[in-house]
């Protein structure tokens, strides 16, 4: 079973707009990674938020963690074309030695 | 580097075929996995292996087999294919854990006719 599941899950915006998408899990966990795939390739390591981070930044990339409601969140700023992929949260399943994806968010960002 | 590198990039089998899904890794890492995406249902981990020598199964491991013999190499074995495996298949591998930055391969797009 899914321990992520993401919110919306499909969300298109204009080029220069902001883009949040949400993450909830269902077990307590340790930290939260998220991650980006283009159409047709393999995923990409974005940003890992640990349980005792409530924000984290990364360039245009800021992720939340509220361990208390069990979610998370990604907020794009200023969102381009290129921007357009899926993206995913991963939440440790099994220690450190697995994870479990959600089933993603697919961005649209229209020039 | 060529990080992680999958052959082939498309297959088609028929019902009961035998094949490898060959996956490489030259940045010396320990943790390899592989996963398969279905539409609308994410990547679901299908083995693992957290050095050579040692595998373990994920969330999905029927019908699949795999080995480690080297640090490098991580091929997956599907044993008789079925229609069900229809996929996209990643490996992926990390310098330590299933948390750590994992790097994922270009895919492997199998049809199970």
């Known amino acids: 079973s899914q321990q992520g599941e993401e919110d919306p899950q499909a969300l298109s915006i204009q080029e220069g707009e902001n883009a949040t998408m949400n993450c909830s899990y269902k077990t307590s966990i340790n930290n939260l990674q998220w991650y980006r795939q283009n159409s047709g390739r393999g995923l990409v390591h974005l940003i890992l938020?640990?349980?005792?981070?409530r924000e984290k930044h990364s360039g245009r990339l800021r992720v939340t963690l509220d361990t208390s409601k069990k979610s998370s969140s990604l907020l794009i700023t200023a969102s381009r074309a290129a921007d357009t992929a899926s993206y995913f949260c991963?939440?440790?399943?099994?220690?450190?030695?697995?994870?479990?994806f959600g089933t993603g968010t697919k961005l649209q960002v229209i020039p | 580097n060529a990080g992680v590198t999958q052959t082939p990039k498309f297959q088609v089998l028929k019902t009961g075929q035998s094949m490898t899904l060959q996956c490489a890794q030259d940045m010396n890492h320990e943790y390899m996995s592989w996963y398969r995406q279905d539409p609308g249902m994410g990547l679901r981990l299908i083995h693992y292996?957290?050095?050579?020598?040692?595998?373990d199964q994920g969330e999905v491991p029927n019908g699949y087999n795999v080995s480690r013999s080297t640090t490098e190499d991580f091929p997956l074995r599907l044993l008789s294919a079925a229609p069900s495996q229809t996929s996209v298949y990643f490996c992926?591998?990390?310098?330590?854990?299933?948390?750590?930055?994992?790097?994922f391969g270009p895919g492997t797009r199998l049809t199970v006719l």
């Open positions: 992926a591998s990390s310098y330590g854990t299933a948390v750590d930055e994992q790097f």
């Open positions: 938020i640990r349980s005792n981070e």
């Open positions: 292996s957290v050095g050579a020598g040692i595998t």
């Open positions: 991963a939440t440790p399943s099994g220690g450190y030695q697995k994870v479990t």
